[in-house]
T-cell receptor, first 114, second 109 residues
């Protein structure tokens, strides 16, 4: 089966600019997650969707970050405006509803804010 | 959230050597998993191991849930084992993984 697809692979932007990342989960996976991984740290959850509804966005900096999953399939994560500390890898993951064995990560988008 | 400590933070091995990586959790977790992040950033699930011992080729893992720790054993290491190893767990009430800070492994030929 195809894995979790993410694009772009890399992005360099200046601070205060905006950026968007795209994720297409594994077909049939109801749950979609966005994680932020800062260099030298483990991934940290930003937001979790169940179908097209938000389950947990408690760690999403909502003043600048937004995410949507309009049709319950693919998702976009946006940062506006970006700050230097947003430089990180943004990982998307998906799983079947209520299941953890099929938890699969995409390759991530590496964002550099200069 | 819970705290996840991993040790050692960095490890350099000669090809063929064995190693043990450790992961301690501050609270009980379910669905403990070990991941390998390759140099290209891809996170690959190695083991789903909430308790007990599992083996997959040169890798094996043991979790002692009552004492809130897990171990990952790598035997006869190869250069392709290089990368960062993370353990992660999910607490009862959620679906998100809490990750450790990782062990960066470099295997030299």
């Amino acid at each position: 089966e195809a894995g979790v697809a993410q694009s772009p692979r890399y992005k360099i932007i200046e601070k205060r600019q905006s950026v968007a990342f795209w994720c297409n989960p594994i077909s049939g996976h109801a749950t979609l997650y966005w994680y932020q991984q800062i260099l030298g740290q483990g991934p940290k959850l930003l937001i979790q969707f169940q179908n097209n509804g938000v389950v947990d966005d408690s760690q999403l900096p909502k003043d600048r970050f937004s995410a949507e999953r309009l049709k319950g399939v693919d998702s976009t994560l946006k940062i506006q405006p970006a700050k230097l500390e947003d430089s990180a890898v943004y990982l998307c993951a998906s799983s079947k509803e209520g299941a953890f064995l099929g938890y699969t990560f995409g390759s991530g988008t590496r964002l550099t804010v200069v | 959230g819970i705290q996840v400590e991993q040790s050692p933070p960095d490890l350099i091995l000669q090809e063929g050597a064995n190693s043990t990586l450790r992961c301690n959790f501050s609270d009980s977790v379910n669905n403990l998993q070990w991941f390998h992040q390759n140099p290209w950033g891809q996170l690959i699930n190695l083991f789903y191991i909430p308790s007990g011992t599992k083996q997959n080729g040169r890798l094996s893992a043991t979790t002692v849930a009552t004492e809130r720790y897990s171990l990952l054993y790598i035997s006869s290491s190869q250069t392709t084992d290089s990368g960062v190893y993370f353990c992660a767990g999910i607490v009862d009430t959620g679906n998100q993984f809490y990750f450790g800070t990782g062990t960066s492994l470099t295997v030299i030929p």
